[in-house]
């Protein structure tokens, strides 16, 4: 079983509107963490929230926040006011128990438009 | 304070060759994680290291290994190049206690 699941493939969105990026998990371990990572075409990794199995509250991180719902296991990244700099492909990515390795879901390509 | 920067950053190999890719990590980090990202398969995890101890290793062939040096910086060698090794070969490193791996530009290599 897909332990990152990021349905949408792609996302199309208008500059200065909102838009959430889906993500659900798959995991057995009460401790895990959950990641937010941006990737624009030139290939870096740029890291952008993160959600600990503990936190109570929902992280945010400026324009970036992630809807946390533990019980359904989806962790949805929301982006507000969207900018022609948010084009990327973006990666939702989960830590297990005490182990630091990243397992990646296949990402969403967001394309913000004038 | 500087990021995490990976050399070279593009390469050209042909099938049967060996690389060395490298990895200096962002000052005070100790761990070093690599991960490699291909169209097909995604980004999948390849083995991170700790003080210069290798503490975790996903499913990969013995032709791909690792080191890390007594300053963090770290090493992966891939031996006998298939075409499958072209790809983006990323590598990851985060404080001893913190929870964020922050990533390098990459390698991309290219296998021929």
């Known amino acids: 079983a897909q332990k990152i699941t990021q349905t949408q493939p792609g996302m199309f969105v208008q500059e200065k509107e909102a838009v959430t990026l889906d993500c659900t998990y798959d995991t057995s371990d009460p401790s895990y963490g959950l990641f937010w990572y941006k990737q624009p075409s030139s290939g870096e990794m740029i890291f952008l929230i993160y959600q600990g199995s503990y936190d109570q509250q929902n992280a945010t991180e400026g324009r970036y926040s992630l809807n946390f719902q533990k019980a359904r296991k989806s962790a949805n990244l929301v982006i507000s006011a969207s900018q022609l700099g948010d084009s990327a492909m973006y990666f939702c990515a989960m830590r297990e128990g005490g182990y630091s390795t990243l397992t990646f879901g296949k990402g969403t390509m967001l394309l913000v438009s004038p | 304070k500087a990021g995490v920067t990976q050399t070279p950053r593009y390469l050209i190999k042909t099938r049967g060759q060996q690389v060395t890719l490298s990895c200096s990590p962002i000052s005070g980090h100790r761990s070093v994680s690599w991960y490699q990202q291909t169209p097909g398969q995604g980004l999948q995890f390849l083995f991170e290291?700790?003080?210069?101890?290798?503490?975790n290793k996903g499913n990969f062939p013995g032709r791909f290994s690792g080191r890390q040096f007594s300053n963090s910086r770290s090493e992966m060698n891939v031996s006998t190049l298939e075409l499958g090794d072209s790809a983006l070969y990323l590598c990851a490193t985060k404080r001893e206690n913190g929870e964020t791996q922050y990533f390098g530009p990459g390698t991309r290599l290219l296998v021929l």
């Open positions: 290291y700790f003080s210069e101890t290798q503490r």
